[in-house]
Every structure is written in structure tokens, then in C-alpha cells.
């Protein structure tokens, strides 16, 4: 069955940079682009980015620009997501999703169990 | 901060029909599709209705999604306790270099 599963938990320090994983099995890797989302604990839903696995071509939310840098690794299908000079406000849960059927669109139906990043002096 | 508005809360006892709004613009709602997602605490969100009113296989018929103009709504009918969660509206937003964007979530609660 198609799947995604993240990497563990992480502890980082204010400016330090934080790397996540998420590898998709079940599925063509290069057939659907994969999104990140991220929930700070207590709030909403914010999306930060999305990756076309097939030819590497990504889009990023505004307020990560310069911040976030998504990659990927076809060999192992394997999605990156780094996020540097991290801050407090970066303290959330971090998900990988994907909309695995052509006619959801952009509608993610498949999500990672997602990673908790605190940063924390 | 969300460009997508949503009322931080609902209630309705159960069997009841629960009602929630999606406000929006014309790069946003006005010109995309519009995704519902539930998040039960402590877990990943779940697609409830894709391209305004589509439901994924083996979500309930008792959930509805409209859209009209720049505002949609995610409706549930015989609520359920099991319905308890957050809701979230999303959707692209031509704007701002194809970005997507959340509602601002709207916490069910079955009274």
C-alpha cells in the first residue's frame, strides 16, 4: 500500500538547521509531487512547500523562502525537507503528503506520521 | 496568517447537521478547487472532500462540501461523536506564486 514514513524526532538549538525525511513506497516515486506541511503545536495547518520528485523542480510558501530547501533522492525514493536558521516559532510537527490519485488533484490523501522538531536553547 | 477564514468553532448534538464556512477570494476559492481535511488530535489530517464536493472512497456520504463564488462550506449531517475533530478548508492561491493555503481551522465538537 502506498506509504510515507519520516525519520525521527529532533532537537535542534535556535540557528541550527534541521533535516527531515520521508520515504514513499507503494508507488511510482516520480509520479506525485509530495507537499510539506507543518502544525506548531496548538494551531493551524501551514503549508510550506512542494517538490516535483520527477525532475526536482520545487515551489516554497513565501515566508520560507530563503529558509526552507526540499530535495530528493530517486534511488531511495526519499524526500528531504531542510529547514535553516532555526527559531522557536519553528517548534512543530512536520508532514509529508502526497495526493496519490490523478483526479484528487491537489488533494493529499496520503500523509506521513509525521516529525516533531523542537528548538530549544 | 491564513488568507482562508473559517469560525474557530462548532457544535451540534448528535444527529444533528453541522455547518462550517470557507471565506476566501477571487485568486483563492474564486479560481481553484476547494480541500477539506479532519484532523482528529494527535493525528495526521485525513481528506474529506477533494475538488469542492468529491468524496475520497470510504469517507461518509454524511459529508458534503459546496462551493459558491469565493466562499465554501463543508457540511456534516447526522453528526456522529466520532465526527469531533478540526476542520481545515484549503486550497491554491494564484496570488502569491502558486502557493496553497489553510483555513484557519474550525474545532467540531459534538455536545
Known amino acids: 500500500q502506498v506509504q510515507l514514513v519520516q525519520s525521527g524526532a529532533e532537537v535542534k538549538k535556535p540557528g541550527a538547521s534541521v533535516k527531515v525525511s520521508c520515504k514513499a513506497s507503494g508507488y511510482t516515486f516520480t509520479s506525485y509531487y509530495m507537499h510539506w506541511v507543518r502544525q506548531a503545536p496548538g494551531q493551524g495547518l501551514e503549508w510550506m512547500g512542494i517538490?516535483?520528485?520527477?525532475?526536482?523542480?520545487?515551489s516554497y510558501a513565501q515566508k520560507f523562502q530563503g529558509r526552507v530547501t526540499m530535495t530528493r533522492d530517486t534511488s531511495t525514493s526519499t524526500v528531504y525537507m531542510e529547514l535553516s536558521s532555526l527559531r522557536s516559532e519553528d517548534t512543530a510537527v512536520y508532514y509529508c503528503?502526497?495526493?496519490?490519485?490523478?483526479?484528487?488533484?491537489?488533494?493529499?490523501?496520503?500523509w506521513g506520521q509525521g516529525t516533531t522538531v523542537t528548538v530549544s536553547s | 496568517q491564513s488568507v482562508l477564514t473559517q469560525p474557530p468553532s462548532a457544535s451540534g448534538t448528535p444527529g444533528q447537521r453541522v455547518t462550517i464556512s470557507c471565506s476566501g477570494s477571487?485568486?483563492?476559492?474564486?479560481?481553484?478547487?476547494v480541500y477539506w481535511y479532519q484532523q482528529l488530535p494527535g493525528t495526521a489530517p485525513k481528506l474529506l472532500i477533494y475538488?469542492?464536493?468529491q468524496r475520497p472512497s470510504g469517507v461518509p456520504d454524511r459529508f458534503s462540501g459546496s462551493k459558491s463564488g469565493t466562499s465554501a462550506s463543508l457540511a456534516i449531517s447526522g453528526l456522529r461523536s466520532e465526527d469531533e475533530a478540526d476542520y481545515y478548508c484549503?486550497?491554491?492561491?494564484?496570488?502569491?506564486?502558486?502557493?496553497?493555503?489553510f483555513g484557519t481551522g474550525t474545532k467540531v465538537t459534538v455536545l
Open positions: 484549503a486550497a491554491w492561491d494564484d496570488s502569491l506564486s502558486g502557493l496553497y493555503v
Open positions: 517538490i516535483n520528485p520527477s525532475g526536482g523542480s520545487t
Open positions: 477571487s485568486s483563492n476559492i474564486g479560481s481553484n478547487y
Open positions: 475538488r469542492n464536493n
Open positions: 503528503a502526497i495526493a496519490a490519485r490523478p483526479d484528487y488533484y491537489y488533494g493529499m490523501d496520503v
